[in-house]
């Protein structure tokens, strides 16, 4: 019974490629996150959804493009892949902004 | 706007020997504050949470931290590491009332050491 689930875990693609990462989660939460961590472990937010609206678009290029076709699910797709892209990516769910955080696995995802 | 201080980048400890990470925090009202754990590969998995009440919380794996709000503090201790308490740390904070989602610490990687 995974809370927060990811797919794939591992994406390893070619520079100018397009690709997605799906998230979902199962608690029923009205707020999904992406957030991309860097080498360094910094946790940089990316969007945040609540209730399938857009929320928090931080400073992004538009290659990034999240999409919620239901309160459960935040998928993001990322277009024009560059070198700069490669990290992990977290998708995460609360209940209301500002509450605990429960964060899927993480794909790490690396661009040649 | 919330923002979240870890001071120290990377710290080493014996294993057996007592750990504290420091976390200061700035918000405008009243917090709630948390502490992450990642093990290498793995996602982020609360330790513990504070809201409100006793300001001394206990959490996962013999974790506990205790919240001064005069000090704008919420310090992550462990009076005895264990090898498997190697990781990144990271203190978090945000609200009730807040609109924006949870502010992350940079984080404290933990080294253990025989």
């Known amino acids: 019974d995974t809370a927060v689930s990811q797919t794939p875990k591992y994406l390893v693609t070619q520079m100018g490629n397009d690709k997605s990462i799906k998230c979902e989660q199962n608690?029923?939460?009205?707020?999904m996150y992406w957030y991309k961590q860097d080498s360094k472990k910094f946790l940089k937010i990316m969007f945040s959804y609540n209730n399938k609206e857009l929320i928090i678009n931080e400073t992004v290029p538009n290659r990034f493009s999240p999409k919620s076709p239901d309160k459960a699910h935040l998928n993001l797709h990322i277009n024009s892949l560059e070198l700069g892209d490669s990290a992990v990516y977290f998708c995460a769910s609360s209940q209301g902004q500002g509450n605990e955080q429960f964060f899927g696995p993480g794909t790490r995802l690396t661009v040649l | 706007a919330q923002s979240v201080t870890q001071p120290d980048i990377h710290i080493t400890v014996s294993e057996g020997a007592s750990l504290e990470l420091r976390c200061n925090y700035s918000?405008?009202?009243?917090?709630?504050l948390f502490w992450y754990v990642q093990s290498p590969g793995q996602g982020l998995q609360l330790l513990l949470k504070y809201f409100s009440g006793d300001t001394l919380v206990q959490g996962i794996k013999g974790f506990e931290a205790e919240f001064k709000r005069s000090q704008s503090s919420f310090n992550l201790r462990k009076p005895s590491v264990h090898w498997s308490d190697a990781a990144e740390y990271f203190c978090?904070?945000?609200?009730?009332?807040?609109?924006?989602?949870?502010?992350f610490g940079k984080g404290t990687r933990l080294s253990v050491i025989a």
């Open positions: 978090a904070v945000g609200g009730y009332s807040g609109n924006t989602p949870l502010v």
């Open positions: 608690l029923g939460h009205d707020t």
């Open positions: 918000y405008g009202a009243t917090p709630y």
